[in-house]
C-alpha cells in the first residue's frame, strides 16, 4: 500500500512540475508576442522603422570585438632595456696638432 501511495505522490509531483513548466513556458511565448505587437503598434504610430539590433549578425565581427576590447585592457610590455654591454677603458693621449 505505501509503495502505491509513494508512486501515487511521485506521479502527481512530476505532473505538477511538467505542467508548471508548460506554464511558465507559454507565458514567456506570450510575452515575446506582447512585446513584439507593442513594439509594432508603437512603429505604425510613430511612422518609424523598428531597429532590430540582431538582424544579420555575423558572430566573426562579434568575436573580433571582443578580442580588440581585450587587448585593449591587456597589460602592457615594459619597453626593453638594452643589454648590458662590456665597457673597456683606453688610455688617452694627445694628438698633436699639423699645422705646417
Do not use: C, Y
Not at 504610430?45 to 532590430?52: A, D, E, I, Q, Y
Amino acid at each position: 500500500m505505501t509503495q502505491f501511495l509513494n508512486d501515487l505522490f511521485s506521479t502527481l509531483i512530476r505532473l505538477v512540475l511538467i505542467v508548471s513548466g508548460l506554464v511558465v513556458g507559454g507565458l514567456v511565448l506570450l510575452l515575446a508576442l506582447v512585446m513584439g505587437a507593442g513594439l509594432l503598434v508603437w512603429s505604425l504610430l510613430t511612422g518609424r522603422k523598428p531597429v532590430f539590433r540582431f538582424a544579420g549578425l555575423d558572430p566573426r565581427a562579434t568575436m573580433a570585438g571582443m578580442r580588440a576590447r581585450a587587448n585593449a585592457h591587456a597589460p602592457r610590455q615594459q619597453p626593453r632595456r638594452p643589454q648590458a654591454v662590456e665597457v673597456i677603458d683606453i688610455e688617452a693621449r694627445e694628438v698633436p696638432d699639423r699645422r705646417d
